[in-house]
């Protein structure tokens, strides 16, 4: 009888890239969405609590192209490109660093420091694509979602910990 646990080879469980893809799919589509916009909105900011309920929203989303110049790619153009860099960045940044520490330190990092580059680059990407590009508002705009990044991202980061490197 082993009194270890067999290494986890099969194809039960999803990789740590995958998990956290699917948990940054999940942050977006939740906290981004318009019902979750317009009740954080309602809280009070100048609380911990109401102040990180409405940075959770940062990524919004709507249906609506109200007034939005460019059309609705444009409006939603950081949500798409947050969830599509937060896959590419989970899938790139812990490659190598997995295959030569074991451990779930390493996954948790990786998966936090691959969304705050996701939401930070989305951003940047997003204000130069945007109707009014110009370098101040895209240079602002990157190092608030890089807050938003850093701030949300240990949820994406836990989510790496539920798979196989």
Do not use: H, K
């Not at 589509?29 to 916009?37: D, E, F, I």
């Not at 809280?43 to 940075?55: H, K, M």
């Not at 490659?95 to 390493?106: D, E, I, P, Y």
């Not at 420091?113 to 990157?142: C, H, K, N, R």
Request: aromatic share 12%; proline share 5%; net charge positive.
């Amino acid at each position: 009888m082993a009194l270890t646990n067999p290494p986890r080879t099969g194809g039960r469980y999803g990789t740590a890239a995958g998990t956290g893809a699917l948990a940054a799919l999940l942050l977006v589509a939740v906290c981004g969405s318009p019902a979750y916009v317009g009740w954080a909105a309602g809280t009070d900011p100048n609380s911990a609590g109401g102040w990180y309920l409405q940075l959770l929203s940062w990524p919004a989303w709507r249906f609506d192209g109200d007034g939005a110049t460019g059309g609705l790619l444009v409006a939603n153009l950081r949500a798409v490109l947050l969830v599509i860099l937060a896959a590419l960045f989970l899938y790139l940044l812990p490659t190598s660093q997995v295959a030569r520490v074991q451990g779930s330190g390493t996954q948790f990092f990786s998966g936090w420091a691959a969304y705050v580059l996701a939401s930070g680059f989305a951003s940047l990407i997003a204000a130069f694509l945007g109707p009014e590009p110009a370098l101040l508002t895209a240079i602002q705009a990157g190092g608030a979602g890089a807050t938003y990044g850093f701030l949300s991202g240990w949820i994406i980061g836990t989510a790496s910990l539920g798979g196989r490197a």
